[in-house]
Each structure stands twice: as C-alpha cells, then as structure tokens.
C-alpha cells in the first residue's frame, strides 16, 4: 500500500521534502536532529466521519500514527482550489489554521509539526468540532465589561 512505515532521518540532512503518494501529500520540514518517526499513511475511507456529511464527497489522507516533528514543516495537501480541506477529527471537521491555496505547487498549505488526519470535501463542511464549544463558552456575557482581574 501506502504505507511508508519507521523512518530513521539523517540527524544532519537539513530541510527535506517528504513524499506520500505521487499526488497526494507533501512534507516540507527541517530534520536536523529528528528522531525515527512512524510515517505510515493511507487514503482509507473514514465511514464514520463521512456519515456526519452525507451530503458530500469525501477523499481523506490519513497520518495513522500522527507523526510529530521537532520542528514546524510545510504540509501540502493535493486537491483542487475549489475543493475543502479539513484536519478529521471525533467529533467531526476542524478547520485548519493558517490554510491557504498555494498556486505553485496546486495544493492546499499550512504549517504544522503534526501530521494528522485530513478530509478533502467537495462542498463546505458544517464544522462539528469540541472547540466551537469551547469559543463559546469563553464569550463574555457581561456585555463586554473589562475584568479587573485579568486585565479585560
């Protein structure tokens, strides 16, 4: 399959591309120093994700170990501008921060030092995610009074 599997990095090699699949995903990330990662991947079909958006068509690239860098790298998704890319997540879409179209390389870009779990959808995906409720919970329902106790 896809599956890279255990990589032991050059602990000098500088900055290095890393590839999954010919268009699939790309890693751009400094490994002066990194340790083995576990970089096995695949495209494999998340049933349950899919089934919150019923309404749309799903391709997902799945990081199964969740690999974490010891340095920020550029993630490249490859899919079209007017498609949605989406870290895949329990309770469903999260947006990705920092998500931009990058022309040059026909891929979506952001920085991570994680790689994760990642959904391509055709249409915009309502997000379901733990942390709206969490921006929720933290709105002031003072009507937007500073707090002398944490300098609001």
């Known amino acids: ?25 790309l890693f751009t990330v400094d490994v002066t120093g990194q340790g083995k990662l576990n970089l096995a991947w695949n ?40 498609e949605f890319v989406y870290e895949v997540t329990d309770e469903g879409a999260k947006e990705i921060k920092g998500l931009k179209w990058d022309e040059d390389y026909e891929a979506w870009t952001f920085k991570t030092r994680t790689l994760k779990s990642y959904a391509i959808s055709d249409v915009e995906l309502d997000e379901k995610t733990a942390t709206e409720d969490k921006d929720d919970a933290s709105s002031t329902t003072d009507g937007g009074k500073e707090n002398p106790d944490t300098g609001r």
Request: net charge negative.
């Open 1 to 25: 399959t896809d599956d890279i599997g255990i990589v032991k990095f050059d602990k000098e090699a500088g900055e290095i591309d890393i590839e999954f699949g010919d268009d699939t995903a």
């Open 43 to 82: 495209t494999d079909f998340d049933k349950e994700f899919a089934a919150m958006y019923d309404y749309a068509n799903i391709d997902f690239v799945n990081f199964v170990k969740t690999p974490s860098f010891n340095k920020n790298g550029i993630a490249y998704i490859y899919a079209d501008e007017d």
